[in-house]
């Protein structure tokens, strides 16, 4: 069964470093989604992405971060300069439809990032 | 602003009961719900999902209902069993995709 993969599945970097956190969506999948989980916290939605164009964001995804499709398979999450309360797990979702439509998105395990 | 509040926050039952997990939201102004499953250390896996017009949705032994007037949803889990166990999460979305999720309620079906 197709599945959602992300890399690295742990992350460690320091304080104002820059960090990529890729995922491959399921290949015939259009819709593409960055959520982030703080240690014990909410699951957090961050941004919607479709035809290479941010849809939807939340208050959380300000000028620190970025997403890009830079080719047919790879969806990444950058942050420009990290700091200590991004540590999370991020996840990486997909969808063939927009999944507020009713269609089912598909997570991938999670990147585990640590900010020192 | 939506707040989204799982009661109870973590359950722990024996093998074979059946078991209700509650989610109430404060902004009825939804499009849907969902309800999600969460294995410790993994993704998210999604269960079932509410459209605003409808009232029930049934998967397997799994039935979820939604009362959008009182802000409540509920996750029905019949005849519970170990493989269960895990942390069930409700989310209400708007008209423009942007969820908002609960804390969660933690399973744990013991045999």
């Known amino acids: 069964e197709p599945e959602v993969t992300q890399t690295p599945s742990h992350q460690v970097t320091q304080m104002g470093q820059e960090v990529i956190l890729r995922c491959v969506p399921i290949?015939?999948?259009?819709?593409f989604y960055w959520y982030r989980q703080i240690l014990g916290q909410k699951v957090e939605f961050l941004v919607s992405f479709y035809n290479n164009e941010i849809s939807e964001k939340s208050e959380i995804f300000d000028d620190q971060f970025s997403v890009e499709r830079p080719d047919g398979s790879n969806f990444t999450l950058k942050i420009r300069s990290t700091k200590l309360e991004d540590s999370a797990m991020y996840f990486c979702?997909?969808?063939?439809?927009?999944?507020?439509?009713?269609?089912?998105?598909?997570f991938g395990p999670g990147t585990r990032l640590l900010v020192l | 602003k939506q707040e989204v509040t799982q009661i109870p926050a973590a359950l722990s039952v024996p093998e074979g009961e059946n078991l209700v997990l509650n989610c109430s939201f404060t902004?009825?102004?939804?499009?849907?719900l969902q309800w999600f499953r969460q294995d410790p250390g993994k993704g998210l896996t999604s269960l079932l999902l509410?459209?605003?017009?409808?009232r029930e949705q049934t998967s397997g032994r799994l039935n979820a209902s939604l009362d959008k007037s009182s802000g409540r949803s509920t996750l029905y889990i019949a005849a519970s069993q170990p493989g269960d166990s895990a942390t069930y999460l409700c989310?209400?979305?708007?008209?423009?995709?942007?969820?908002?999720f609960g804390r969660g309620t933690s399973l744990i079906v013991h045999p």
């Open positions: 290949s015939n999948h259009l819709y």
């Open positions: 509410i459209q605003s017009s409808q």
């Open positions: 979702a997909s969808s063939i439809r927009l999944a507020g439509a009713g269609e089912t998105q598909y």
């Open positions: 989310a209400v979305t708007p008209r423009s995709y942007i969820p908002t």
């Open positions: 902004d009825s102004a939804i499009y849907n």
